[in-house]
């Protein structure tokens, strides 16, 4: 049934177009359209980018510095797009999300050491904030968010949408997926969520988000 959908290609995520995927669950609010499909990616893929985001992690960074230096204290990896099995995960992404590849900024990955965390924040930027030009300038806001975790952390790690009371487990695999938007130009303050201290082991993760208007 799946398999025989044409593809939809669009400028925005369409909620509709990602209910109708085999398994993808929808999580009931009426303040946030947030969606989890349990084994998107394959555990070989998953080790796969967990390879590369050892390989090239650096400090994580925010916009709109707020003071707080404990803010987000997990490292940032920048994935190749040109490295084909990247650009394999990439091209699943935006189908799954149903949207235009050319408004996804490239995919990222997350590390997390026992103790690190990503305080609550959203991943839209504060339209009033200080770094909102130099952020969105070309291709806008961020629309919608694709996370996968990579594996399954010994303890903590969680995803904690703080608003809507929805807390997310890591398991390896397991992609989340949510609209930043109600419409366009209204940014969802209910899409505020907190990567959760790591407690044991260490925590992966990509990130991939799309733009109101063509990254590149
Ligand atoms: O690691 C998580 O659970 C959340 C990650 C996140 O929110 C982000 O990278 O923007
Ligand atoms: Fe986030």
């Known amino acids: 049934m799946m398999a025989d959908r044409l593809p939809h290609c669009a400028p925005d995520g369409d909620p509709a177009w990602i209910a109708g995927h085999a398994h993808v669950q929808r999580v009931p609010s009426r303040e946030l ?4 499909q349990r084994g998107f990616l394959s555990a070989q893929e998953c080790s796969g980018l967990i390879e590369r985001i050892e390989a090239h992690r650096r400090p994580s960074t925010i916009a709109d510095a707020n003071g707080d230096g404990t803010f987000r204290t997990s490292e940032t990896c920048d994935l190749d797009p040109s490295d084909p099995f990247i650009a394999t995960i990439d091209a699943k992404l935006a189908a799954f999300a149903g949207i235009d590849p050319a408004y996804g900024e490239p995919i990222q990955g997350q590390r997390y050491a026992v103790g690190q965390e990503f305080k609550a924040h959203t991943d839209y930027f504060e339209p009033r904030g200080p ?6 300038a070309v291709a806008g806001n961020r629309t919608w968010t694709l996370m996968v975790y990579l594996n399954e952390p010994a303890a903590g790690g969680a ?3 703080v608003k809507i009371g929805k807390t997310v487990q890591p398991e390896t695999g397991k992609l989340l997926a949510w609209n930043n938007r ?11 969520h907190h990567g959760m201290k ?3 082991g260490v925590k992966h993760v990509i990130t991939k988000w799309f733009r109101e208007r063509p990254w590149s």
Do not use: E, K
């Open 33 to 36: 359209t947030l969606f989890i």
């Open 131 to 136: 770094d909102f030009a130099r952020y969105c």
């Open 182 to 192: 109600r419409a366009p130009g209204d940014y969802n303050a209910a899409s505020l």
């Open 159 to 161: 995803t904690r949408f």
């Open 198 to 200: 790591v407690r044991g």
